[in-house]
């Protein structure tokens, strides 16, 4: 049974830093894609960055709120992947998942959630002001 765990999550005042890991257990993920998204009160599951292999490197996609301040990085030998979160701002404030795939089929995209099949249950991340 495929599982993925989130940690690192918490309370931190803004400009501050957090880093998120995601354990995943049941399978090695290797080099497949793995994202994380982000879901905040009221409002819809958004995108936030994400971490595939093209054969040659890694490439990383992230959202336009993002970029700059959060890092993606994975360590395959402990089939996990971090996310990095600095400057931290309160519309970063949102339940942060992680999630998986084992390839994306036609069509679909790094940023969809309907792109991943394996999802964790989500860490509270909390930007005070």
């Known amino acids: 049974q495929v599982q993925l765990v989130e940690s690192g999550g918490g309370l931190v005042q803004a400009g501050g830093s957090l880093r998120l890991s995601c354990a995943a257990s049941?399978?090695?993920?290797?080099?497949?894609?793995m994202a994380w998204f982000r879901q905040a009160p009221g409002k819809e599951r958004e995108f936030v960055t994400a971490?595939?292999?093209?054969?040659?490197?890694?490439?990383?996609v992230y959202a336009e709120s993002v970029k700059g301040r959060f890092t993606i990085s994975r360590d395959n030998g402990k089939n996990t992947v971090y996310l990095q979160m600095n400057s931290l701002k309160p519309e970063d404030t949102a339940v942060y998942y992680c999630?998986?795939?084992?390839?994306?089929?036609?069509?679909?995209?790094?940023?969809?959630?309907?792109?991943?099949?394996?999802w964790g249950q989500g860490t509270q991340v909390t930007v005070s002001s």
């Open positions: 999630a998986a795939t084992l390839g994306y089929s036609r069509g679909q995209t790094m940023g969809d959630a309907k792109s991943y099949g394996y």
């Open positions: 049941g399978r090695t993920f290797g080099n497949y894609p």
């Open positions: 971490i595939t292999w093209n054969g040659n490197r890694y490439i990383t």
